[in-house]
Nanobody
């Protein structure tokens, strides 16, 4: 069974940095787009960054110039480097990916989420 597991959340001071990782495991045939979403308390889940097979990327306006998404295809892993963090970046961050497997075909998978808290 395909799973996504995130790593790297935690508490950081404003202006600091964190790097999130998300590894896909299981009977993976192919991974297509990979994304990071976040959800703050009382708010809707929002797309933070996305990366395609072509390595093209797009970002939410609120994180442009501060966050960088990248992927290691050999490791089935996507990363989110977060710099110049602000208190408003506090949220649960979720990894999301479109993955083809023999069991389910192409399916939209989600990780369990990792908490990022930006506070002094």
């Amino acid at each position: 069974q395909v799973q996504l597991v995130e790593f790297g959340g935690g508490l950081v001071q404003p202006g600091g940095s964190l790097r999130l990782s998300c590894a896909a495991s299981g009977n993976i045939g192919r991974i297509f787009d990979m994304r990071w979403f976040r959800q703050a308390p009382g708010k809707q889940r929002e797309l933070v960054a996305a990366i395609r097979n072509s390595n093209s990327t797009n970002y939410a306006d609120s994180v442009k110039g501060r966050f960088t998404i990248s992927r290691d295809i050999a490791k089935n892993t996507v990363y989110l480097q977060m710099n110049s963090l602000k208190p408003e970046d506090t949220a649960v961050y979720y990894c999301n990916a479109d993955i083809w497997s023999a069991e389910r075909g192409t399916y939209d998978y989600w990780g369990q989420g990792t908490q990022v808290t930006v506070s002094s």
